[in-house]
């Protein structure tokens, strides 16, 4: 029973990577969105707004996921999320342009909906077969989501920009595409039965500012603790930083002098550096344990805000690249500490709801992202938004260093 559970579960945490890989589309909305505001000429700030309500019903949405699933099984809930965000994109290329609302009803609440509910069951449900195993699963699983940006944001710019094909042709197509993934995922993804044998973590010497006893928190006992909300807004901070530079990279690439090739190039490669820190952070989770994952993670949070600042001070392209990977590398860091704490914080038992709870940190980040987008447009440049972003990171590093146990 042993060789087979080991065996299964690594083909299910691919079909978790490739379904999260089409999930994933939801980050290339600085891509997505030019021909919205080309085609009805929607303010910067709208579509901000619909960025930030994305978010926000992505979260709302994982919350659903993990209730639904305990309910429902994780085949009907997939199915449920499949034909919402599969919905929301096919409706999104039928907006007629008489209102912006519209948008946020069909990309932001049924797409971003959608897609939460997928976001947290997929991970949930494969995370169960590698209790060894925490922060690699995690890694690799949000390896995936982030590089969809880069491999589907590229298709998709490639098929708005095809003058026989077009924007409305684009959304159709990546709605059924990413609907049809999520339904082929949800016939084949499955929890470990009761009596699976898998392998277990390997017991190590505890480091002393980690030495607590593991045992499985209810969602009630997890957020009556200091430790969690020090960790939660901790992690805000340090995601607003990404969610901020995904919201206007291209535009800032721009800003700085690059130009319009090449400013679409960087945003596929932030999603290439958000892709490898979220592997990254998982191996070193495992490895380093979560304090010093967390505190590198704050350093290159930092680093990312401080370089970026930089090349719009000196309109430098090449320290705009830098910055930009560096952003994509740290953020890359926060949806795989935000799975692999809560896991080995506040075990596997109560993972799906707990990991929905803590999930709600990207709802505060993007409202982190609103705001800088309104300094961006009441400014007129990007020295006031990246300002704010260098300091929230260094606030999260005050945080980080007060978590400590359960």
Same mark, same amino acid.
């Given at each position: 029973?042993?060789?087979?559970?080991? %065996?299964?579960?690594?083909?299910?945490?691919?079909?978790? +990577?490739?379904? =999260?890989? @089409?999930?994933?589309i939801l980050y290339a909305w600085s891509i997505l969105k030019a021909p919205l505001a080309a085609a009805f000429g929607w303010s910067a700030a709208n579509l901000a707004l619909n960025f930030t309500l994305t978010?926000?019903? @992505?979260? =709302?949405?994982?919350?659903?996921?993990?209730?639904?699933?305990?309910?429902?099984g994780t085949r009907l809930t997939l199915i449920l999320?499949?034909?919402?965000?599969?919905?929301?994109?096919?409706?999104t290329a039928r907006l007629s342009g008489q209102s912006v609302a519209m948008l946020y009803v069909s990309y932001g609440i049924l797409s971003g909906a959608g897609i939460g509910i997928a976001y947290n069951v997929i991970i949930s449900t494969t995370s169960a077969w590698?209790?060894?195993?925490?922060?690699?699963? /995690?890694?690799?699983?949000?390896?995936?989501f982030g590089a969809s940006a880069l491999v589907l944001g590229?298709?998709?710019g490639a098929l708005i920009d095809h003058p026989s094909v077009g924007w409305r042709a684009a959304f159709s197509f990546l709605g059924g595409a990413l609907g049809l993934v999520l339904l082929i995922a949800a016939f084949l993804l499955r929890l470990p039965a009761p009596d699976t044998a898998l392998p277990q973590p390997q017991v190590k010497a505890a480091r002393k500012d980690e030495a607590f006893e593991a045992r499985d928190y209810t969602p009630g006992e997890m957020i009556r603790r200091f430790p969690f909300w020090?960790?939660?807004?901790?992690?805000?901070?340090?995601?607003?930083?990404?969610?901020? +530079?995904?919201s206007f990279a291209k535009d800032l690439s721009l800003s700085v002098g690059a130009n319009a090739a090449l400013a679409t190039t960087l945003v596929g490669v932030l999603s290439v550096c958000n892709g490898l820190g979220r592997i990254l952070t998982g191996a070193l989770f495992d490895l380093l344990g979560r304090r010093r994952t967390m505190l590198l993670a704050n350093v290159t949070a930092i680093l990312a805000a401080a370089v970026t600042l930089l090349s719009v001070l000196a309109a430098s392209v090449p320290l705009c690249v830098i910055?930009?990977? +560096?952003?994509?590398? /740290?953020?890359?860091?926060?949806?795989?500490?935000? %799975?692999?704490?809560? %896991?080995?914080f506040y075990g596997t038992k109560h993972f799906p709801v707990n990991f929905s709870i803590m999930n709600f940190n990207l709802m505060g980040a993007s409202f982190m992202a609103t705001a800088a987008s +309104?300094?961006?447009? %009441?400014?007129?440049?990007?020295?006031?938004? @990246?300002?704010?972003?260098?300091v929230l990171a260094l606030a999260a590093l005050v945080l980080n260093l007060s978590v400590r146990r359960p």
């Open positions: 029973m042993k060789q087979a559970s080991t %065996s299964i579960r690594w083909l299910y945490l691919v079909v978790g +990577v490739i379904a =999260l890989l @089409f999930a994933g978010m926000c019903f @992505f979260c =709302l949405g994982g919350m659903a996921g993990g209730l639904l699933a305990k309910r429902l999320a499949a034909l919402l965000a599969c919905a929301g994109f096919l409706l590698f209790p060894d195993k925490k922060g690699t699963c /995690s890694g690799a699983l949000m390896m995936g590229n298709l998709a020090r960790a939660f807004l901790c992690i805000v901070f340090l995601a607003a930083v990404g969610n901020t +530079v995904i910055g930009l990977c +560096v952003t994509g590398l /740290s953020y890359g860091a926060c949806p795989t500490i935000s %799975s692999a704490f809560t %896991s080995a +309104v300094l961006l447009g %009441s400014t007129g440049g990007y020295v006031a938004p @990246f300002l704010l972003l260098l």
